[in-house]
């Protein structure tokens, strides 16, 4: 039985990553988000689409069990580690002011907005502030990937999108366990203490600020040559401080992402920064598409009736319209350019796994029905779909105008 269920795994993850790949290469030649097509390759072959269509004794050749689950969150480990390589501690301080409040407001605005909306609609006050919460942290992952891309991962809307998101994900974390502790509780909404959620929002930045502090000291020390000469030892070292900071940071109540990414913020400054980036770009290429694959292949989109659409269409505005004001409106005055804070509004509009959580929160304690978890997750698959094409439009404009401010004037 244990046997059937690891030759299941591994057919799933070969399957995925086939599937990715070939769709990675045809988005490649039309011009579009490869990211995009690993995501839409995971839809199409995933368990609530082709992939029930092949079946073997009975049961579907592809199945998302919870190893391949966690086969993803893996990935999104590495994806967040990658991305704090690219900035030092230093320029993530630097940026402390506008990435705090393009932060904050990416979470405040779209809590409220969503609260007040779905609280018009006439759900009541728990199911509305649920709804609220997955429409407040942002997945950068996707953002990043496209980033890349383009070689923009060191501009300054790239470093303000990612300081931001931290924050982001680290409030939504605070907005998640006050609400999900609500949610479990006996005395409801009523029951919420202002002074509690403070208090737990405050926790939550301070165990960040200890784990970055601690680790921009204590990794480089680690992580260094002088201590591990044989092959590929500074390598797995490095690897073992980021899986453990991501384990740290789940443990405290924090995204397992953020530990993560701290660990790669104190390795970019350090002796091994090319080793270790070198590395962990060969590891990318497979845990990222990976990542992506597993993310679309969740969707379920047979529960799909007109009345969910319908409020999917509602949600998805409100997602998209909050992170644009929320966060791009500010990012336009810290950056000092109308095109830069758009595409970190852009950039933050992606939602993610906590979207996910929150919805299995409300579903498990019977708060959400499944006409509103069906809404939730079609609101983190569009948000994850528009985001990288959006993004990608606005910087291939940027391409063309610049190279049409680049030519010559033809001389008549």
Not at 6 to 19: H, P, R
Not at 186 to 191: D, F, H, Q, Y
Not at 394 to 407: I, P, W
Request: proline content about 3%; glycine content about 12%.
């Amino acid at each position: 039985m244990v046997e059937d269920h690891f030759i299941q795994t591994i057919i799933g993850v070969g399957i995925l990553l086939f599937a990715a790949k070939l769709m990675a290469e045809l988005f490649l030649r039309l011009k579009l988000p490869i990211v995009l097509g690993e995501l839409l390759a995971g839809i199409i072959i995933g368990p609530f689409a082709l992939g029930a269509y092949f079946v073997i004794d009975g049961t579907p050749l592809l199945q998302i069990n919870d190893e391949i689950k966690v086969l993803g969150e893996i990935g999104a480990i590495v994806i967040l580690f990658m991305a704090g390589l690219e900035m030092t501690p230093k320029e993530f301080l630097r940026g402390g002011k506008a990435s705090f409040t393009v932060g904050t407001l990416g979470v405040v605005i779209p809590f409220f907005a969503g609260y007040v909306v779905f609280d018009m609609y006439g759900f009541d006050a728990l199911q509305s502030m649920l709804i609220a919460t997955a429409l407040t942290a942002t997945s950068i992952a996707i953002s990043i990937q496209v980033l890349s891309e383009f070689g923009k991962l060191k501009s300054p809307e790239a470093r303000l999108i990612i300081g931001a998101a931290v924050v982001d994900d680290i409030l939504a974390i605070a907005v998640l366990s006050v609400v999900s502790s609500v949610a479990i509780g006996e005395g409801g909404v009523e029951s919420i203490e202002i002074g509690d959620v403070i208090f737990t929002i405050l926790q939550v930045l301070g165990f960040f600020a200890i784990m970055l502090i601690v680790a921009v000291i204590v990794i480089p020390r680690v992580v260094t040559p002088r201590l591990w000469k044989a092959k590929g030892s500074v390598e797995g070292i490095a690897t073992a401080s980021f899986f453990g900071a991501a384990a740290l940071a789940g443990s405290i109540g924090l995204s397992p992402i953020v530990g993560a990414f701290a660990v790669g913020m104190a390795l970019s400054t350090s002796k091994v920064f090319d080793k270790i980036e070198n590395y962990i770009g060969k590891i990318g290429l497979i845990f990222a598409p990976l990542f992506f694959a597993i993310i679309g292949a969740q969707v379920d989109l047979r529960a799909v009736s007109w009345e969910v659409m319908g409020l999917s269409g509602v949600i998805i505005v409100i997602a998209i319209v909050t992170k644009l004001f929320g966060c791009g409106l500010p990012a336009m005055y810290f950056l000092k350019s109308k095109s830069q804070g758009l595409k970190v509004g852009i950039g933050m509009i992606s939602r993610g796994e906590v979207g996910l959580i929150v919805a299995g929160v409300g579903v498990s304690y019977n708060i959400l029905t499944s006409d509103v978890y069906s809404t939730i997750v079609i609101m983190v698959a569009v948000t994850t779909i528009i985001t990288p094409i959006w993004l990608k439009m606005e910087y291939r404009k940027e391409q063309k105008q610049g190279n049409s401010e680049g030519q010559p004037e033809q001389t008549k």
